[in-house]
């Protein structure tokens, strides 16, 4: 019903820059709270930021400052601009929403994307 597709992981060298994407498509009322998560292997997945809907921001303490998480309601899209990027950053990173469809809210993922930052 609800798929959420990922973009723009990659490889990077510390300090460099990129920008994940997700769409969001379906049959859906609205989409909630967005967010991005992270696994690196042997860990569990981490929050690493999240948006409501009207646009409030969330972000874990490591990458403050670095990442902005952004979405744009219209297209049903959420982005993450990844700045200074450091080896710890490495991970499968996913898309997360909270999605009502019909009279029920649900809990989606995207398939994630790999992001790898070398020395």
Same mark, same amino acid.
């Given at each position: 019903? *609800?798929?959420?597709?990922? @973009?723009? +992981? ?19 009322? /609205? ?14 997945? %981490?929050?690493?930021?999240?948006? @409501? =809907?009207?646009? /409030?921001?969330? $972000? ?5 400052? =670095?990442?902005?998480?952004? =979405? ?11 700045? /200074?990027?450091?080896?710890? %950053? ?5 898309? $997360? +929403? =909270?999605?009502?469809? +019909? ?11 790999? *992001?790898? *930052? @070398? /020395?």
């Amino acid at each position: 019903q *609800v798929q959420l597709v990922e @973009s723009g +992981g990659g490889l990077v060298q510390a300090g460099g820059s990129l920008r994940l994407s997700c769409a969001a498509s379906g049959n859906f009322f /609205s989409i909630n709270t967005l967010g991005w998560y992270r696994q690196a292997p042997g860990k569990q997945r %981490d929050l690493v930021a999240d948006i @409501s =809907r009207g646009g /409030s921001p969330k $972000y874990a303490d490591s990458v403050k400052g =670095r990442f902005t998480i952004s =979405r744009d309601n219209v297209k049903n899209a959420l982005y993450l601009q990844m700045n /200074s990027l450091k080896p710890e %950053d490495t991970a499968v990173y996913y898309c $997360y +929403g =909270r999605v009502q469809v +019909g009279l029920c809210l649900g809990d989606y993922w995207g398939q994630g994307t790999q *992001v790898t *930052v @070398s /020395s």
